[in-house]
């Protein structure tokens, strides 16, 4: 039989790799089709930082919509899995329930609902913005996720988040607002949901 400190640290060790795959698999996502599109597509630098703004804000955006909208909608497959996270806050197996897609698949999926739009809107406005918004979706999924992570398992945060910790964990105690992670800028806009 397993000891509580063994199930913690198997756990750990599961969310670390999951995270890390996480991460491959959003850099792969994100920076092989940027890559392609600003070969095919040239762009002015100027075009790659507005995608990247752009890119940011979107992914904010999706963070927060996916969170609020499919994750707390109740009985679905997606509330019935992310029911496991808000379950497991202080387990031992906490862990295990951090990390945002348990397989690459998910991962590309995630990607593919916010690149197809991107690349739809580049389709028919001809905007070079893609490029940057991709690679934008990428840095702001893996910093999400390793945000995510430190405020669960305790680790320290970057410098200047320090109230994210308090402000997600607040999310656990009550569910039905502060749906961003660490960048609250649509819960600030759209407030809790109602009861």
């Not at 089709?33 to 002015?44: D, M």
């Not at 656990?172 to 502060?178: D, K």
């Amino acid at each position: 039989m397993q000891t509580t400190t063994e199930i913690r640290e198997a756990a750990i060790a599961h969310g670390r790799t999951t995270k890390r795959v996480n991460a491959l698999t959003a850099v792969l996502c994100g920076g092989l089709p940027a890559l392609a599109l600003g070969i095919l597509f040239p762009a002015s630098p100027g075009k790659w930082l507005a995608g990247l703004g752009a890119g940011l804000l979107w992914a904010n955006w999706f963070e927060y919509a996916y969170h609020r909208f499919l994750l707390h909608l109740p009985r679905t497959f997606f509330a019935r899995r992310h029911l496991n996270h808000h379950m497991s806050v202080g387990t031992p197996t906490e862990a295990e329930h951090v990390n945002f897609g348990s397989s690459p698949i998910w991962i590309f999926l995630l990607f593919a609902a916010n690149g197809i739009p991107a690349v739809m809107v580049k389709v028919m406005l001809g905007v070079r913005l893609v490029p940057g918004m991709l690679v934008a979706f990428a840095v702001y999924f893996i910093t999400v996720e390793e945000i995510h992570w430190r405020i669960h398992l305790g680790e320290r945060l970057p410098l200047g988040f320090d109230e994210a910790r308090a402000f997600h964990l607040a999310h656990h105690m009550q569910p039905n607002g502060r749906f961003n992670i660490f960048l609250p800028l649509w819960d600030m806009v759209l407030g809790p949901a109602s009861d």
